[in-house]
């Protein structure tokens, strides 16, 4: 997988902090496809999507059609409809998703208030090498992802379009 999109200075110690742990996310695990952090409503807010990566062209051969907009399209449905499913199932809050296809892997997080982390990975992937570095990922984002932070990750990610 391409590494994530380069970090502008011009970003806080906050936000750049939050694109080190994702890039550190994509170095650390094998057999990732890409990586996308969705706020509540369904806004991409960080990606390791090549398309955003200034180095080379895009490649998205290994993830879904399109780019990393369309993983944050997926990660916000399944997110909701898992919160559906266990509002009417009485389960309580959703802590995670996974779908496992012939040709990949999906998994979806929460990170805080509604944000989600998602993962789509290869079929052969250790799901729980994947599971463990996203709850790590989760456990460190979710306490500096405040709406202000939200708001910059979004501008930014508007500007690099």
């Known amino acids: 997988m391409t590494a994530p999109t380069p970090v502008s200075s011009a970003l806080s110690s906050a936000a750049r902090n939050l694109h080190w742990l994702l890039t550190n996310l994509v170095e650390e695990v094998p057999g990732l ?27 998205h051969s290994g993830g879904p059609k399109g780019s990393s907009a369309d993983l944050a399209t997926i990660v916000s449905g399944i997110g909701s409809l898992t919160i559906g499913a266990a509002k009417l199932m009485d389960g309580g809050g959703v ?6 296809m012939e040709e990949g892997s999906l998994f979806v997080m929460s990170i805080s208030d509604g944000s ?7 079929p052969d992937c250790d799901m729980s090498v994947v599971a463990y570095h996203m709850a790590l990922f989760v456990g460190r984002a979710g306490h500096v992802l405040t709406p202000e932070l939200r708001s910059e990750l979004r501008q930014s ?4 379009r």
Do not use: I, R, W, Y
């Not at 802590?95 to 496992?100: G, H, P």
């Not at 990610?157 to 690099?160: A, N, V």
């Open 95 to 100: 802590k995670q998703t996974m779908v496992a």
């Open 33 to 59: 496809f890409s990586v996308a952090v969705v706020s509540s409503d369904g806004l991409l807010l960080l990606s390791s999507d090549p398309g955003h990566n200034a180095e080379g062209p895009a490649d």
């Open 116 to 122: 989600l982390l998602g993962v789509h990975a290869t």
């Open 157 to 160: 990610m508007e500007s690099t």
